[in-house]
């Protein structure tokens, strides 16, 4: 993803399921997260469990939302908002993370929680939050 201050690399996906015979529905999901240039010694964000994953009403933006270690440490809420604007390739495609408890830096730039946001430049998104990309 390309963000104003740097990139970062990501993986994550969402799903929504019925269980058959069941009003039950099943979340799941993952987010792996990668950016090189936060505080000079990279930042890893791995998803530890996923709370939620919706179309926010009356919007094109799919959200998922869970808790991830960072570096292999705590536990940190996350947020992460994608939009699939167009075709593979294309560099519409937007992602929008924001992290508590990790302060800012990196692709994120600055302030109290780590937040990136910016366009796909490689990979793709699926109306289904899948996606493996490289961020910049």
């Given amino acids: 993803m390309k963000t104003p ?3 970062a690399q990501a993986s994550f996906f969402g799903n929504k399921q019925q269980i058959e015979g069941n009003r039950e529905k099943v979340i799941g999901g993952a987010l792996s997260w990668f950016d ?8 890893l964000l791995q998803s530890t469990r996923i709370d ?5 009403p009356g919007t094109q933006i799919r959200e998922l939302v869970g ?3 960072a570096n292999g440490q705590g536990k940190h809420k996350f947020v992460l908002r994608v939009v699939d604007s167009g075709k593979p390739g294309s560099g519409s495609d937007t992602v929008n993370l924001a ?8 692709a994120g730039g600055t302030g109290p ?3 990136a946001n910016g366009h796909l430049i490689q990979g793709d998104l ?4 899948q996606a493996t990309v490289t961020v910049r």
Avoid at 52 to 56: G, T
């Fill in 5 to 7: 201050s740097g990139s």
């Fill in 36 to 43: 090189s240039a936060w505080q000079g010694t990279g930042l």
């Fill in 52 to 56: 939620s994953y919706r179309r926010v």
């Fill in 67 to 69: 808790l991830a270690s």
């Fill in 99 to 106: 992290v508590s408890g990790i302060a800012g830096g990196g």
């Fill in 113 to 115: 929680r780590y937040t």
């Fill in 126 to 129: 699926t109306t289904q939050l």
